[in-house]
């Protein structure tokens, strides 16, 4: 059984900042990629950003400089710290991970609930 839980969000105004959080608890043998993903009404899930269990972050053209990701494997938790928020930036805000639930089988991806992100005056 492997869960992963999103915090964090809220409403802010355009040019504020939110710090998410995404802990992932259960049985498993190791979490090597997790990352964020959102999606807006009407549109479809798109990436956002991935870290792996090293620290080596990638980031979506429209976010990077903005955004940054982190990662605790300690506490098999990720961050994304959001930054210069933007109203387009508004959506609900997904975490994922490659999670190896059994060491001689394939990895298996986990999606969290997801946590609202309204960016507004």
């Known amino acids: 059984q492997v869960q992963l839980v999103e915090s964090g969000g809220g409403l802010v105004q355009p040019g504020g900042s939110l710090r998410l959080s995404c802990a992932a608890s259960?049985?498993?043998?190791?979490?090597?990629?997790m990352g964020w993903y959102r999606q807006a009404p009407g549109k479809e899930r798109e990436w956002v950003a991935t870290i792996s269990r090293l620290g080596n972050a990638k980031y979506e053209e429209f976010v990077e400089g903005r955004f940054t990701i982190s990662r605790d494997n300690a506490q098999n938790t990720i961050y994304l710290q959001m930054n210069s928020l933007k109203p387009e930036d508004t959506a609900i805000y997904y975490c994922?991970?490659?999670?190896?639930?059994?060491?001689?089988?394939?990895?298996?991806?986990?999606w969290g609930q997801g946590t609202q992100v309204t960016v507004s005056s």
């Open positions: 994922n991970g490659l999670v190896e639930v059994q060491p001689d089988r394939g990895p298996q991806a986990y």
């Open positions: 259960g049985r498993f043998s190791d979490i090597s990629l």
